[in-house]
């Protein structure tokens, strides 16, 4: 960054004092040495024979360049004349600026005794240079390249263009020729008119597609192995196949063999019946023939000798005695026909029975009991059942016979009948079932040879039916709920599912839900957070499964509920349809003849409410009419019901009366009552009950005045407690949090 006039003068050494000229003088010569190299390298190479233009070529061929020059030759059009026209001054400046360098170099050199050696290498560095000059003329003008042109003083951007283009590696993909290429091929090549897609979002797609093949591959490995386990047991059933039906031809031909070597001796020992009795006829009829022979002779005898007679008196006293014999004998028929006949008859022999064990050689057998599985869990609804059942051998089976009816320890009825159903497969969905019973199973199998033994017999159970909430009896707080309901099924379930949901508010839309499980009896008490609102549900559960969800119900914990117990009201209170209002008519006598049930008020009429069973503060009120006698407070379970409330040590009671002068208020327990006067009289009274602090506190809840407290020890959970002295109305209000005024 130095002038070069700077260089051999006496400034110069000032800059550089001494070793920085050195190291000029090194680097020049050093420049001037690699001129030299190259220049007697391209003397070697041209002495050698060296071809540059097929260097050239063979080079453009291998990176591609002989299929673009036609392409980038139009591409460029005058441009090209633009850079020949260029070319040469930008070597003539080249070369003079390495003269110039040269002959600054020439001046530049510091030492006398150095100046001849200068001279002679700057002299034959100009030769090289200028022999160097020639040979990349000679070699552009024969083939043209990228870098070349840069390096000649062509404009920065085509020579950015052309470094790129020749640089540049796929970057798009052709869909239609599937494969990848370079987006110059896109705009002018032979891609121009195929679609082309992004390369990453190309392979992203590819990679998904290689991925569901994949998969399927892994489908058709898993199906292939589990067809080729099949197989195998298929190989090994046709062997026992095989074995059984060897068998069972082995046993079908001894019978065949039985049955003939049977039909042999019976059709041999009927034959030889028929012979003895043919030769015993003949013989009977050979032996008659010898007798009559043997009397022929005498008698032909006799007669001879008769006829020889000379004696003619002798001869016809003879004569009158054998004549008579003869004449006897000669008229006697003679049987010269023969009893039996030589040939025997014929005999067919009945192979029906041989035939009928000949074709059943080939006949499948009946197959064996069936195995019925026993229920699986949850595998049953409130009105079907699914019952599954196996065989223990391969036997041939063309469909099954599945019987099932309820079981019942009652008579007999129409419902205990039996129902029979025909299914091909090992199981069978039954519908239109009753909710939680039992119902006894039993499956039979059938081919063309007949129908197995029935299986043993199983006992499947429906689901049970959703329960019912009662929704008048459910009890809360801010922190709990007791929630009781009850089972529409007479039969007994084996526990119980409760799930809450907590309903989301406006800002957060999730619902949380969480059951609670192996509940053993209809009630249950919760555990909940303050100031939300629950949704509640209830599952019976037993072998067959979970039921449908009762009916919800809502819980709200804002403050405490209560439902009023109709069991305990006196019969002249009525409750509104609301629940939480009780009114009494004009009637002169309390103790009417209306019917009186053991749990409620006879002389008071008064009424309680449900238990509070949660420790921990409760609040409630009580709007009143001023003109109506009224008692409200607490009261044990045990509390008694032909008495008054407040009379008794298990109550605790504000009265209300009105006398001639005032509105009289009084605080009763055991019938005492403190000496207490109130000037504004309450048309809304509030009540905290305190278990913790055992306090019971009534207030003034228009002024938030504080009226009365008791301070006792409650031994047990306590029932709110109402009664009306007077025809009137009081109406109850509960859910109410408890006011920050109370704890002054």
């Not at 020749?166 to 195929?194: N, Q, W, Y």
């Not at 429906?462 to 922190?479: D, G, L, V």
Request: hydrophobic share 30%; proline share 5%; glycine share 4%.
């Amino acid at each position: 960054f130095y002038h070069m006039d700077l260089y051999g003068s006496k400034e110069r050494f000032d800059i550089f004092p001494e070793e920085p000229s050195g190291q000029g003088d090194r680097s020049l010569g050093d420049t001037r040495r690699e001129s030299a190299l190259s220049s007697k390298k391209f003397q070697r190479s041209q002495e050698a024979g060296y071809d540059l233009e097929k260097e050239v070529a063979e080079l453009a061929k291998m990176y591609g360049l002989d299929e673009d020059r036609e392409k980038e030759l139009e591409l460029l059009g005058g441009h090209l004349e633009m850079v020949e026209s260029r070319w040469p001054p930008a070597r003539t400046e080249k070369a003079g600026s390495q003269s110039s360098i040269c002959n600054a170099s020439k001046r530049s050199s510091p030492v006398k005794d150095q100046s001849q050696s200068t001279k002679q290498q700057g002299k034959a560095a100009q030769d090289e240079d200028q022999s160097k000059a020639r040979a990349e003329d000679e070699a552009e003008s024969h083939a043209w390249s990228r870098e070349e042109l840069s390096s000649g003083g062509v404009s920065d951007e085509w020579s950015s263009q052309a470094v790129s283009e020749e640089e540049e590696a796929a970057d798009v993909f052709c869909s239609t020729c599937k494969m990848p290429i370079r987006a110059f091929d896109k705009l002018f090549g032979e891609h121009k008119d195929h679609e082309v897609a992004q390369l990453p979002s190309a392979v992203e797609s590819e990679k998904e597609e290689i991925h569901k093949n994949m998969c399927k591959l892994e489908e058709q490995i898993a199906q292939m192995e589990n067809f080729a386990s099949h197989l195998e047991e298929i190989f090994i059933t046709v062997e026992e196949n095989f074995g059984r039906q060897e068998q069972n031809f082995e046993v079908h031909y001894n019978d065949a063999v039985q049955v003939l070597a049977q039909k042999y001796e019976e059709q041999l020992e009927a034959l030889g019946e028929e012979k003895r009795q043919k030769l015993e006829a003949l013989y009977g009829q050979l032996v008659s023939c010898g007798e009559h022979l043997d009397t022929c002779k005498e008698l032909t005898d006799t007669t001879q000798k008769l006829y020889l007679e000379n004696d003619k008196a002798n001869f016809m006293k003879v004569k009158s005695v054998n004549w008579q014999g003869l004449e006897e004998f000669l008229k006697k028929e003679v049987d010269l026909e023969l009893s039996t006949l030589p040939d025997f008859e014929e005999r067919v022999i009945d192979f029906s029975e041989v035939e009928q064990l000949m074709n059943s050689i080939n006949t499948i057998p009946a197959p064996c009991a069936p195995v019925i599985n026993p229920q699986a869990p949850n595998a049953a609804t409130g009105t079907s059942l699914r019952v599954c059942w196996g065989l223990f051998s391969d036997d041939t089976v063309e469909c099954y016979q599945l019987c099932y009816k309820p079981v019942s320890n009652e008579p007999c009825s129409d419902e205990q009948t039996e129902h029979t159903l025909k299914v091909k497969e090992t199981y069978c969905t039954i519908t239109n079932l009753l909710p939680n019973t039992q119902y006894e199973f039993w499956v039979s199998a059938l081919n063309a040879s007949g129908i197995s033994p029935p299986s043993e017999r199983a006992v499947y159970v429906t689901a049970p039916s959703p329960p019912t909430i009662k929704s008048k009896k459910i009890r809360s707080c801010e922190n709990a709920a007791l929630v009781c309901w009850e089972s529409r099924d007479i039969n007994p379930v084996d526990s119980y599912m409760v799930e809450l949901s907590k309903l989301p508010d406006e800002e957060n839309g999730d619902i949380i839900t969480e059951s609670i499980v192996g509940i053993p009896n209809c009630e249950v008490l919760i555990h909940l957070q303050p100031a939300q609102t629950y949704r509640i549900c209830v599952r019976a559960i037993n072998l067959g499964g979970s039921s449908e969800r009762s009916e919800p119900v809502l819980i709200h914990t804002t403050g405490t509920y209560f439902c009023l117990n109709e069991d305990t009201a006196h019969p002249l209170l009525a409750i509104l349809d609301d629940g939480f209002t009780i009114a009494c008519d004009e009637l002169e006598n309390p103790e009417c003849d209306l019917p009186v049930y053991d749990n409620s008020f006879t002389r008071c009429i008064g009424i309680l409410g449900s238990l509070i069973p949660f420790p921990g503060k409760h609040y409630w009120e009580v709007e009143v009419e001023e003109d109506t006698e009224y008692r409200i407070g607490v009261a044990f379970e045990n509390t008694p019901r032909h008495g008054y409330l407040g009379a008794n040590n298990s109550s605790w009671c504000m009265r209300h009366i009105i006398t001639p002068s005032r509105h009289k208020y009084e605080f009763l327990h055991s019938g005492m009552t403190p000496d207490i006067r109130i000037t504004v009289p309450p048309t809304r009274i509030g009540i905290l009950l305190d278990y913790e602090n055992c306090r019971l506190s009534f207030f003034n809840a228009d002024i938030a005045q504080h009226l009365y407290a008791f301070n006792s020890h409650f031994q047990h959970y306590v029932h709110p407690c109402f009664a009306l002295e007077t025809p009137g109305i009081l109406q109850i209000h509960t859910g109410i949090a408890v006011p920050p005024w109370t704890a002054l």
